[in-house]
């Protein structure tokens, strides 16, 4: 038994190999294997220090492996897992653990739990964020499904994840597909965070004709604040780098159409399924689909006239557009985390917000010092509906807001695009409201459907005639 190894991990691509290094730079025993054997051996031969087990196949992975059997799969999202989990079954016993790192759909992650509990194995959905970097040297894990899995496997998870001042950024999220529902509110909420900076830079670029170069030394001073992030930092890194053919700006060579792996998406379907409004997400989704339509774009630019509206007034501007941005960053994870509230009621996962948060504060893309505003909201209040109900978060907006508005009316009177900014003081706008348009939507869906509405005066369902009601001349 002592030679077994203590987790197996199947996949070598980046992910799956610097994840397999983390593990085992930890003083855990690790068993490798991937579909073409060659990369198992050369995985093997580069590494010849650590604690890996080659394995050639998926039997002998297993026969590799303590009891209960612990075994990662790094491969692709969708059949790719259900194939594996379809050969590795017959193999395993009561007991084992099969845990699922990729980006899965929290639904696919939900039916394999259930389908894997009839046989008796345990079933792990584990978010993972950080990137190559984050899987090398420490990510955030988000682990969702059996507990008694979990618990089984927190020496490890624990020791590998990022660390910071509270801990370790790992904790057990919830059942079945938690895990990988959190990691996907996390990358729609990176989304937006990614296209809020966009837009800040686009600003500054559009309206102040500020440089790449200058713009890295704004990020950097911003990065000193309240927006101190991750990706204010990377940003202010890309900004200040040249191309090495060219000696312009990096950033002025590469095509403005951004790509995406479908997690942005499936947080937006989400939302709509369960009805909780992420506008600044949304447009943040929109946006990179916007961006794909580059030919087109290229010939409305010449067809489609800009604003003839001349606005010279910009004195200001640069701390109005910080404030812009944080105040829409604030708007956006509200609204994350309003799903996510959302979604632990609708499945019983009792995800605790706060501590979701913690996770976040290391190892993973938004890792950001104003989550601990977040963490500090929650624990004060658990059942806090809205961040921008927490007294900081509301005391920002208040102070902040005029400011936000003034970006977004010059943008709009240059025609720069900022759609996200604009969907973010919506949101603010919306929520505040005593009294929404919705009563006009309601008269006309009884109007043309017989839908019926509800009254300010008493309750019930109505429907009216409304060919029969008097009018006012």
């Keep these: 038994?002592?030679?077994?190894?203590?987790?197996?991990?199947?996949?070598?691509?980046?992910?799956?190999?610097?994840?397999?290094?983390?593990?085992?730079?930890?003083?855990?025993?690790?068993?490798?294997?991937?579909?073409?054997?060659?990369?198992?051996?050369?995985?093997?031969?580069?590494?010849?220090?650590?604690?890996?087990?080659?394995?050639?196949?998926?039997?002998?992975?297993?026969?590799?492996?303590?009891?209960?059997?612990?075994?990662?799969?790094?491969?692709?999202?969708?059949?790719?897992?259900?194939?594996?989990?379809k050969v590795l079954v017959p193999l395993l016993e009561k007991g084992d653990i099969l845990i699922d790192g990729g980006n899965s759909y929290y639904q696919d992650t939900q039916r394999r739990c259930s389908l894997l509990e009839e046989n008796g194995i345990n079933y792990i959905g584990l978010g993972v964020s950080g990137g190559e970097e984050g899987a090398l040297n420490g990510p955030s894990l988000m682990p969702g499904g059996s507990l008694e899995a979990y618990m089984d496997l927190a020496p490890i998870f624990t020791s590998i994840a990022a660390k910071v001042t509270d801990g370790p950024c790992c904790s057990y999220v919830g059942s079945d597909g938690a895990g990988h529902y959190v990691k996907m509110v996390h990358n729609g909420i990176e989304y937006g965070d990614m296209q809020l900076i966009a837009e800040a830079y686009f600003i500054m670029r559009e309206v102040l004709n500020i440089s790449p170069c200058e713009q890295s030394e704004i990020f950097k001073s911003w990065n000193e604040g309240q927006l101190n992030s991750y990706l204010i930092e990377i940003t202010a890194d890309i900004l200040k780098r040249v191309d090495n053919h060219t000696s312009l700006p990096m950033i002025d060579v590469i095509l403005d159409s951004a790509g995406q792996k479908g997690t942005g998406k499936w947080t937006v379907q989400s939302a709509l399924e369960l009805g909780v409004p992420v506008p600044t997400i949304t447009e943040a989704v929109f946006a990179r689909f916007m961006s794909a339509y580059k030919a087109e774009r290229q010939t409305a630019s010449i067809t489609l006239d800009g604003?003839?509206?001349?606005?010279?007034?910009?004195?200001?501007?640069?701390?109005?557009?910080?404030?812009?941005?944080?105040?829409?960053?604030?708007?956006?994870?509200?609204?994350?985390?309003?799903?996510?509230?959302?979604?632990?009621?609708?499945?019983?996962?009792?995800?605790?917000?706060?501590?979701?948060?913690?996770l976040w504060r290391g190892g993973c893309i938004i890792r950001a010092q104003f989550l601990d505003k977040i963490k500090e909201a929650f624990t004060c209040n658990p059942q806090l509906p809205n961040l921008m109900l927490d007294p900081y978060f509301s005391g920002e907006l208040n102070r902040i807001q005029n400011n936000w508005r003034r970006v977004i009316s010059i943008c709009k009177q240059q025609g720069v695009p900022i759609p996200s900014f604009s969907a973010s003081l919506d949101y603010y706008d919306s929520y505040r409201q005593k009294v929404l348009p919705a009563n006009l939507i309601q008269a006309q869906r009884d109007y043309f459907g017989a839908h019926t509405y509800e009254r300010t005066d008493k309750e019930g369902c109505f429907h009216s005639e409304w060919a029969k009601l008097p009018t006012r001349t």
């Design 1 to 85: 038994m002592s030679n077994k190894c203590d987790i197996g991990l199947i996949g070598l691509a980046v992910m799956g190999e610097n994840l397999a290094l983390n593990i085992s730079s930890h003083g855990f025993s690790v068993a490798v294997f991937n579909r073409t054997v060659t990369k198992t051996q050369e995985f093997i031969k580069t590494h010849p220090d650590k604690h890996f087990t080659g394995t050639f196949s998926l039997t002998e992975l297993v026969s590799a492996l303590k009891t209960p059997r612990k075994i990662i799969m790094m491969v692709k999202s969708g059949q790719p897992v259900d194939e594996l989990i």
């Design 307 to 358: 604003s003839t509206i001349s606005q010279h007034d910009y004195s200001g501007l640069l701390n109005d557009i910080h404030d812009a941005l944080y105040a829409s960053k604030i708007c956006s994870y509200a609204q994350g985390f309003n799903l996510l509230r959302t979604a632990s009621i609708k499945y019983n996962w009792n995800l605790q917000l706060g501590d979701t948060a913690l």
